[in-house]
């Protein structure tokens, strides 16, 4: 499905513009993916409470909701 919307992407909207003419943005999934990839690497280390397991919902949400 990801392979799909980013496909489709191309064709019909300039996201990929954008990201070329602003690289910076490319930050953003990058940051994305390292956060999964650590998840996944503290829990497989049995270290829970270093993979965010403490929390109830994640925090980062929080200071941009108005």
């Known amino acids: ?3 799909v919307f980013l496909v489709a992407t191309v064709f019909f ?3 990929y513009g954008n990201y070329l003419a602003h ?3 490319f930050l953003v ?3 994305a993916v390292v956060g999964l ?3 996944r690497f ?3 280390q049995q270290a829970a409470f270093k993979a965010g397991a403490h929390r109830p919902s994640p925090s980062w949400p929080v200071p941009f909701s108005a």
């Open 37 to 39: 990839v650590g998840i």
């Open 23 to 25: 690289p910076t943005l």
């Open 13 to 15: 909207t300039g996201l």
């Open 42 to 44: 503290f829990l497989v």
């Open 1 to 3: 499905m990801a392979v």
């Open 29 to 31: 999934p990058a940051l």
